[in-house]
């Protein structure tokens, strides 16, 4: 928002380095002065008649899938219990006005010479099967719904064939209705699946009651957002930005050693399990208080409680954790379907004398 109204590019850590307005105003005033307010191209429609090419996003996930064809390892799965009246047939429908509005829906990923290009197809009926589990005994349907989900998640997608997003309801009772979604990572991310439920209820109620769904159109769309990408990060300013993670991560880059008790596979396996914690409400406002003091975000906390614990485990004193970043630096693509997720890495040093306080500074 400061860029579009201002005119001004404020990097995000001046945000933490002077977290009220008016330092904020300061920084924006004092690069003025300086003459550095030249803003990256703007971000529009562009021809559909070449080659569209993959953001650089889309690039590490289509290399990764021709490491490994037919892994579901950057499959999306979900599943959505939808209680009360359902008509099947308007939500197939509304579910189709989605792949229409949003090409990376219905977008797949060819070959041009030695390059992926996208290649966005003008229509995609998508095809939403009913699994009617009425007649089975009510004890077994929840256990045939979880198989049916799991068999689901369980299904490869084709890069180059489509559909890269597949829906599929289960109907548990006439008001009991499981909807199944799975899509692919390079088509979609966290931030998308919002996008996409709340535009779905939009369309669906309209569809409902005979209207049409009232939604603004789209000012640009994702292979836009992929060609932008591509014009602004080239040159001199691709060089820069990679000669920063040259430099940050390089020399032997240190793998986990953590004291388990079988060594370390070959080969990933992908097997693995997730743990939830619940964080009681008296700690969860401790943590909200170190992170105020500090500067700092929750999340940049409890990274920093996480590389203790990991530091603590293994005795190692040179850690790198990486984690996803929402990548969505435009308001243009705020209301996107796609995959903008940045992958980053922070690597800390830790000093023989350093205690939390300068790991969290680190982080920071």
């Known amino acids: 928002r400061v860029r579009e109204h201002l005119q001004v590019e ?23 002065q300086a003459g550095e307010t030249a803003l990256a191209a703007p971000l529009v429609p562009c021809s559909r008649t070449a080659p569209l090419p993959l953001s650089f996003a889309q690039q590490r996930l289509w290399f990764l899938e021709q490491l490994e064809p037919g892994s579901t390892a950057y499959s999306m799965p979900s599943a959505v219990r939808l209680r009360g009246a359902l008509d099947v047939p308007v939500l197939r429908r509304s579910l189709n006005e989605l792949v229409q509005r949003h090409e990376s ?28 589990l009425q007649s089975l005994p009510a004890a077994e349907r929840e256990d045939e719904m979880r198989r049916l989900r799991a068999q689901e998640a369980k299904e490869p ?8 997003f597949r829906a599929q309801v289960i109907r548990m009772e006439a008001e009991d209705h499981v909807l199944l979604l799975t899509f692919h990572h390079v088509i979609s991310d966290g931030w998308s699946m919002g996008i996409f439920f709340r535009e779905l209820e939009i369309i669906y109620q309209a569809l409902s009651e005979g209207q049409t769904p009232a939604l603004p ?17 080239q040159g001199e300013r691709l060089e820069q930005e990679v000669d920063y993670w040259r430099e940050y991560l390089q020399g032997p880059l240190p793998i986990l050693q953590l004291p388990t008790d079988f060594p370390r596979p070959a080969t990933q396996s992908h097997r693995g ?17 170190l992170s105020q003091r500090s500067g700092t975000t929750l999340f940049m906390t409890l990274l920093a409680i996480f590389q203790s614990l990991v530091h603590r485990w293994s005795g190692q004193d040179d850690l790198c954790v ?35 306080q300068g790991l969290l500074d680190q982080v920071k």
């Open 10 to 32: 404020v990097p995000l850590r001046h945000l933490f380095e002077g977290p009220t307005v008016e330092s904020l105003a300061e920084v924006v005033e004092q690069t003025r």
């Open 157 to 164: 997608f084709d890069l180059a064939v489509g559909p890269l």
């Open 105 to 132: 829906l219905r977008t797949i990923f060819a070959q041009d010479a030695d390059e992926p290009v996208q290649v966005i197809l003008p229509t995609l009926e998508l095809p939403v099967p009913l699994v009617d």
């Open 322 to 356: 990486g984690f996803p970043s929402a990548g969505r630096t435009r308001a243009e693509t705020e209301g996107l379907i796609g995959f903008f997720i940045n992958t980053l890495t922070v690597r800390t040093r830790l000093a023989a004398d350093s205690g939390f």
């Open 273 to 289: 399990a997730r743990e939830g914690v619940m964080l009681g409400a008296e700690l969860q406002a401790g943590l909200h208080a």
């Open 217 to 233: 159109p789209l000012p640009v769309q994702y292979a836009d957002y992929a060609v932008w990408q591509r014009e602004v990060l």
